[in-house]
């Protein structure tokens, strides 16, 4: 496994952490994401959009108590990127790849 490996699209710190936090759950209300997270509401829709563009999650939105929300879902393609990346994050982190430096 080398670096050719890694997923531009994940990389960013933020969504990095995002993919990470949808791992291991079905869905993710967008307000709870956000303060794990620790970014405003405008950063973390700039993520989710290439995420959903890329096709690594989906958006799904319902009224609760008259009020607008977003639940955040990790799709297959997205989860198993993240893997890939995080398997070659790992190959690096040991030494398995050569350095390009």
Known sequence: MGAE???LLIHPPVRLQLMALLADVSE???GTARDILGVSDSVLSKHLAQLSDGEYIE?????V???QRTWIVGTAAGRKA???HVAALQALASGRV????
Do not use: I, Y
């Open 5 to 7: 490996r890694l997923d």
């Open 65 to 67: 108590n008259t009020r």
């Open 98 to 101: 050569p350095s390009t430096a």
């Open 59 to 63: 958006l799904r939105k319902a009224t």
């Open 28 to 30: 993710m209300e967008f």
């Open 82 to 84: 993240f893997k890939g």
